[in-house]
């Protein structure tokens, strides 16, 4: 987690200096450096044991000197310095888009707002307006933004699955030194996109001795509460909540079942438990005083005539209705996953050698994986030319060669242009295993034309991330979902469900909707560094709040069986 916690802290002092309107270069480095940081794949101070920071690709004297002073003392000078010149509220106003530090620091010398409260009350009563450069267009747009933000989860105080993701892996692997049995449980185990807290259950018959160990780990910078079967505490990373409880074995069941959730999920299951006169609570199934299931989830819904629900299907969505039928569909399960379709390399604007990526792909498991570089004309993300594509193209057929127990896909992530042509010719098209298409550009425009013309091309297999929106607060394309499914249905082009997690585009609701047409999936992390990899999980995640199979998903196909997809699809 201190890769999570400098990796905020660097951020937070680009904003500040950026704010006092310092030197470009400097505030750059800072944002490169949480860049690099966050998705680093060792842990900072694993890696300082081996190595200076100044190995790290992107890291300079300057930041790694900063590096090792937080992993030192745990924290930063000159951050907690510049810090105390900006008024708190600001941090929260630079996420705004629109609302940059130049305005926002005139907004403050001049009225005096710090913070999003104060912001809206000055334009409702109309004293924004009478500032220098604020017209009727400038602050119409302010409120569009401040709208989007709001909506936003960032703006519900919302965390990104993704990043909370290393700091729950860390407390579950630390949790584990004391306790054998600690699950995640809550909207993170549900695999929802955004978390409003952490929820963390684990077995033991020492509650106490549990709980006065969690209290005391490194990354905490509040306790809330603490007594012998929960404690509540406050992350350094993120300011994020953790919730823990401690049960004894026999109650794991019910307690896992009532601390997953969802809250809608669990006050159906007592009105069933009800009617059948049971009585259910984190303790077990009772009948009268006699406890009839409790030990295990499976037992709990067996016990009131249910079929074993999956967690992420746990959202009162019909899921109840299906198992007092026994018909819960066979979801896909996190072990059928065969492989990432959806890999950047340092060919463009990744940061790992095709080598590396297919070792790291092995290693975990998979058979197979697409490096799928930017096309020709997305000069800003490295995009290969044709030549270099080729010369990409014989390397992987090297690596082939020699590399065994892992099979690398020859791709690309090709750019649907303004005019809705593709950014490689159908020569280029034809050399590749898999074509995913996407748009990068021109997002207001006729992007559901363009979507549907680039998918007359013969060769494209894949479109992309097909809404675009961002989590942290980007509005999608302007296109038409179902015309693109109709399209897709017609052409046999597969949907991707991309895990990068400010994208998780198809997301869930989307998915659904996609299903009601004869489709194919396929999951792509989007990965740009090694880190990213293993983030295919919030893509099955997304799939299984959707309900699909792994007949729906191609990543679950063996290779054989996914190579005479593609072929066909031509
Ligand atoms: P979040 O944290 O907003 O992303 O959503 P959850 O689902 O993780 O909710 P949280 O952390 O408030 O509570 C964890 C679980 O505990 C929740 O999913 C179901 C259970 N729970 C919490 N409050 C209630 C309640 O009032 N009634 C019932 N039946 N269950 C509850
Ligand atoms: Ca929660
Ligand atoms: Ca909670």
Same mark, same amino acid.
């Given at each position: ?187 993170? +185990? +549900? ?52 919730? %823990? ?24 299951? +007592? ?42 299907? +746990? ?68 995009? %290969? ?23 690398? %896909? ?155 997809? %593609?072929?066909?699809?031509?």
């Amino acid at each position: 987690m201190i890769n999570q916690e400098l990796a905020e802290i660097f951020s937070l002092l680009a904003d500040a200096l950026e704010y006092k309107g310092d030197n470009i270069f400097k505030i750059r480095a800072y944002r490169k450096a949480s860049r690099i940081i966050k998705d680093f794949s060792l842990n900072l101070r694993e890696f300082s044991k081996e190595k200076p920071f100044t190995e790290i690709p992107g890291i300079g004297e300057g930041i790694a000197k900063k590096i090792k002073e937080y992993i030192e003392t745990g924290h930063i000078h000159k951050f907690e310095e510049e810090k105390k010149n900006i008024p708190c509220g600001i941090f929260e106003m630079l996420k705004i888009q629109y609302l940059g530090p130049k305005t926002l620091k005139y907004v403050y010398e001049e009225l005096r707002v710090d913070t999003l409260e104060k912001l809206k009350n000055v334009m409702n009563d109309g004293s924004l307006a009478q500032l220098h450069g604020m017209g009727d267009k400038k602050i119409e747009r302010l409120k569009e933004a401040i709208e989007l933000y709001e909506t936003s989860e960032i703006g519900k105080k919302r965390f990104l699955i993704g990043d909370i993701y290393p700091a729950i892996e860390e407390i579950v692997a630390r949790l584990k030194k004391i306790t054998g049995n600690v699950t995640p449980c809550g909207s993170y +185990r +549900r695999m929802k996109e955004t978390v409003g807290d952490i929820d963390l259950l684990a077995v033991s018959d020492k509650g106490q001795q549990v709980t006065d160990f969690f209290i005391t780990l490194p990354f905490i910078s509040k306790v809330i509460s603490i007594g012998y079967t929960k404690a509540t505490v406050i992350l350094k990373n993120h300011g994020i909540q953790v919730d %823990l409880r401690v049960v004894k074995p026999d109650s794991f069941g019910a307690c896992l079942q009532y601390f997953t959730g969802s809250k809608a999920h669990n006050i159906k299951l +007592r009105t069933i438990a009800k009617s059948k006169g049971l009585k259910v609570n984190e303790y077990g199934v009772f009948k009268g005083k006699k406890k009839i299931a409790g030990a295990t989830e499976k037992g709990v819904y067996e016990s009131i005539g249910l079929e074993y629900i999956p967690p992420e299907m +746990r959202e009162d969505s019909g899921e109840v209705e299906l198992a007092i039928k026994h018909k819960i569909p066979r979801i896909v399960e996190y072990d059928n996953f065969k492989g990432d379709l959806h890999v950047h390399s340092n060919y463009s604007d990744g940061t790992s050698s095709i080598l590396n990526i297919a070792k790291i792909a092995k290693a975990m498991g998979f058979e197979y994986i697409a490096i799928c570089d930017h096309s020709q004309s997305v000069t800003y993300a490295g995009g %290969l030319s044709e030549d270099i594509l080729a010369k990409k193209n014989e390397e992987i057929d090297r690596i082939n060669e020699k590399i065994k127990g892992i099979f690398i %896909l020859k791709g690309a992530e090709v750019d649907i242009l303004r005019n809705g042509k593709l950014d490689y010719p159908d020569s280029v098209l034809k050399t590749l295993d898999i074509v995913i298409c996407a748009i990068h550009q021109g997002f207001r425009k006729n992007v559901t034309k363009r979507f549907l013309e680039a998918m007359e091309n013969p060769f494209i297999h894949i479109i992309a991330h097909p809404t675009g929106r961002l989590l942290s607060g980007r509005k999608g394309y302007d296109v038409d979902l179902d015309k693109v499914f109709e399209k897709a249905q017609d052409r046999g082009i597969i949907l991707e469900i991309n895990s990068y997690f400010n994208r998780l585009d198809l997301n869930d609701t989307n998915v659904k909707r996609a299903k009601k047409y004869d489709i194919k999936f396929s999951i792509g992390t989007d990965a740009h560094n090694d880190g990213m990899l293993k983030y295919w999980r919030l893509g099955l995640g997304i799939a299984r709040r959707a309900w699909i199979t792994k007949e729906d998903i191609i990543n679950c196909y063996t290779l054989r069986k996914l190579k005479n997809v %593609l072929r066909k699809e031509k």
